[in-house]
């Protein structure tokens, strides 16, 4: 991106061209997505595709802390949002607390926590106090031991309700922008006409203000996770074997190194 968004250039971009979001771990990718990307998710995903682990409930303050700093410095014209991890915001005052950390140890641009109306609290302490903030509502990973899954949100009355509640609250308490994930579509477009800040969907339709997607996944990299939302605009994991194998070949069959690369 050319010139880097602020939070009021966020809001105000609502109506207009749908803002493309997409994770990054590194330095390395955030310097990659930067050129198309409006702003980039530190996401606790991080630690399925990056720490290997089978959910996000794990991650640590310490590891999101580091993981912003190296794509903020991979990314220095780009807008940063670091993912609050699993128990690093159950009160108004920790959170608060937590996202001063966060804020004076990297150059992350907001904090995005997961809830809704429950969490409106805990939004309006971190917005009265200087932290921008992102929401997420939906499909919330971090709830996926209490819930027994991952489950779409909107499919019953109650839960279309429900959602448009939450968005409500979290825009009332102050969210410049949120995400809405794994979300029935005519709901989703419904909640995002509901409000007016922009809500970004991941697996919730195209009636949306925005997009994201987690770059492993898209890329093709992560390969043990499909589901059903995920676009891959390429196949990264053949490509690596593909190099790797020629590689190995190479040195097995003392191909490399050759002529050019030697001293
Ligand atoms: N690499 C990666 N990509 C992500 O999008 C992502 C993560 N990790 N980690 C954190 C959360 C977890 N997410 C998930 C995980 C599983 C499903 C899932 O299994 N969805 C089912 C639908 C279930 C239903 O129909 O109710 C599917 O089959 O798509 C969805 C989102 C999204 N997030
Ligand atoms: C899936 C996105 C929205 C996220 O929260 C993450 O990458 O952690
Ligand atoms: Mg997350």
Redesign the pocket.
């Known amino acids: 991106m050319s010139k880097k968004l602020t939070i009021s250039s966020i809001k105000k971009s609502k109506g207009n061209t749908p803002l493309v979001m997409i994770?990054a771990y590194d330095a390395l990718f955030s310097k990659l997505v930067s050129d198309s990307a409006d702003m980039i998710?530190v996401?606790?995903?991080l630690n399925m595709s990056f720490a290997g682990k089978s959910d996000?409930i794990s991650a640590t303050l310490e590891q999101m802390i580091y993981h912003t700093n190296a794509v903020c410095a991979g990314a220095p014209e780009s807008f940063v949002i670091c993912?609050m991890p699993f128990g690093t915001y159950v009160d108004a005052q920790s959170a608060l607390l937590n996202s001063i950390q966060v804020f004076q140890q990297t150059q992350a641009d907001c904090v995005?926590v997961e809830g809704g109306e429950d969490k409106a609290h805990i939004v309006k302490h971190l917005t009265d106090n200087g932290i921008a903030v992102c929401g997420?509502i939906g499909l919330l990973?971090q709830s996926v031991r209490s819930e027994g899954g991952y489950k779409v949100k909107g499919k019953t009355l109650e839960e279309k309700e429900q959602l448009l509640r939450d968005a409500k609250a979290i825009e009332e308490a102050g969210a410049f922008c949120m995400?809405i994930?794994g979300v029935k579509a005519d709901v989703a477009k419904e909640v995002a006409s509901s409000v007016s800040i922009p809500v970004i969907g991941?697996g919730a339709g195209v009636d949306v203000d925005g997009q994201?997607l987690?770059f492993s996944d898209m890329l093709g990299l992560f390969e043990e996770f499909t589901p059903k939302f995920v676009k891959k605009y390429m196949d990264g994991a053949t490509l690596v074997r593909y190099a790797v194998g020629k590689y190995a070949d190479e040195v097995s069959n003392r191909e490399f190194p050759k002529e050019e690369h030697t001293y």
Do not use: A, F, R, Y
């Open positions: 994770t998710l996401g606790d995903s996000t993912d995005k997420h990973p995400v994930e991941i994201v987690v």
